[in-house]
């Protein structure tokens, strides 16, 4: 199993790329020095690389690059529908890296982008200035959606550069997921109520066969009792589960090595949910050809596949009941289809 919590930088990514207009920006010189052995190519656009048409997905999740770039307006979005508001009032998550280190054959972002490298935009300002005006309302911003912060915070510091913008600023809350066992990158920092950590864990089987690159379930489940013994919220999504025959013996299980871990009443909250996906992302997801995922007979309604309302509710149920042996259901957060 290969773990990104140590990452080699130029051994990671073999190639630099950099858009002309951030070469003289700070964040990017200092990256630019971790990667002394890496070939360097100046771009005039990220989107020249990026977005460039009948790119290999697959080939490229074997070989990731990055591109350092400087982002435009839009800097935030407002909050997924397929991702918990929290019931907050402003909820959007921002774009600030595009693209995972980590290569997950569930993941919507095989269905969303021409490639698998990622994307840094280094004008962080950019994104903290868009923010400010709906700061007089308590604030809920997503960090993570289109990436893994922690998984690549040994280049970009990104994650505590946010963790240090909220706690400046009273009503921003932040929640960073992740399924990395990155904990040690932000352990300096004071834990804060604005800032929750939602590791996402699946069962060492799923992680084998579909979480690529991504740390074992035990390396998670120790980054995340460091978390919380540190004082900080964290949130445990068993978020999506991938049904299979399997299913009854594998996530119960899941939740019963959880709480053997931590001690249930640390635990701030546990979110559950099926996998879900547009349906536009899924069928670009059938082109790649790469996981048995793509192919299972999902349900459709309004553009979005799910397994379908007897199997959702059967996971929701089977995985709730036995949550409940350790934690209170005001403590549960469920995901699933209206």
């Known amino acids: 199993m290969n773990s990104l919590s140590k990452p080699s930088h130029s051994d990671l990514f073999s190639h630099l790329y950099i858009e002309e207009s951030v070469l003289d920006e700070p964040l990017t010189k200092e990256i630019r020095a971790k990667f002394s052995k890496s070939k360097i190519i100046i771009i005039k656009h990220y989107k020249d690389v990026f977005n460039r048409p009948n790119q290999d997905f697959a080939v490229q999740s074997r070989s990731k690059n990055l591109i350092l770039a400087r982002r435009s307006a839009p800097f935030l979005y407002e909050g997924s529908y397929y991702s918990d508001g929290f019931e907050y009032e402003n909820f959007f998550y921002t774009p600030s890296i595009l693209g995972c280190l980590y290569d997950c054959e569930y993941c919507y972002l095989s269905g969303m982008y021409n490639s698998a490298n990622s994307v840094f935009f280094v004008n962080t300002a950019d994104f903290f200035d868009a923010l400010t005006p709906y700061l007089e309302k308590p604030t809920l911003i997503a960090i993570s959606y289109d990436t893994d912060t922690l998984a690549i915070e040994s280049i970009t510091s ?181």
């Open 158 to 338: 990104h994650t505590n550069a946010w963790i240090e913008h909220a706690q400046k600023n009273p009503n921003l809350h932040l929640e960073i997921r992740t399924k990395s066992a990155n904990f040690k990158a932000i352990r300096h920092l004071a834990s804060s109520e604005q800032t929750v950590l939602a590791w996402t864990l699946s069962p060492q089987k799923i992680i084998d066969s579909y979480e690529h690159k991504t740390p074992s379930l035990q390396s998670r489940l120790k980054s995340i009792k460091e978390a919380v013994e540190a004082g900080w919220r964290v949130r445990v999504c068993i978020d999506p589960v991938i049904y299979n025959e399997e299913f009854h013996e594998l996530y119960p299980s899941l939740i019963e090595q959880l709480f053997c871990t931590i001690e249930p009443d640390k635990l701030f909250q546990l979110t559950l949910g099926s996998f879900r996906m547009s349906s536009t992302h899924l069928k670009r997801m059938k082109k790649l050809k790469r996981s048995d995922i793509a192919f299972y007979p999902y349900d459709v309604k309004e553009g979005i596949v799910s397994y379908g309302k007897t199997i959702e509710q059967e996971i929701l149920h089977v995985m709730t009941q036995k949550a409940l042996e350790y934690i209170p259901e005001t403590r549960i957060r469920t995901w699933q289809l209206q």
